[in-house]
């Protein structure tokens, strides 16, 4: 099954988030709670966990892309 991972609300108030720097490159094998990506809101800097094992297929996003919660950053196949 193919999983689109999708920005989460990274604080009480946050809505919007720049990626920083990728953890993972698409062929990557993840498992679940390993960091994809480091992510910055304007009062912290973060890891985004990955929410399901699975191997990266194709990221969505570009270093310094300014995200909105539930923009989709990756795709991981869980099969």
Avoid: F, H, N, Y
């Amino acid at each position: 099954m193919m999983v689109t991972v999708k920005l989460p609300k990274l604080g009480e108030l946050a809505e919007m988030a720049v990626l920083l720097e990728w953890r993972c490159a698409p062929g990557d094998v993840v498992v679940e709670g390993q960091a994809l990506a480091e992510m910055e809101t304007d009062k912290v800097t973060t890891d985004l966990p990955s929410p399901v094992a699975g191997k990266v297929v194709e990221l969505l996003a570009g270093i310094d892309d300014e995200m909105t919660v539930g923009d989709p950053l990756l795709r991981i196949d869980t099969a």
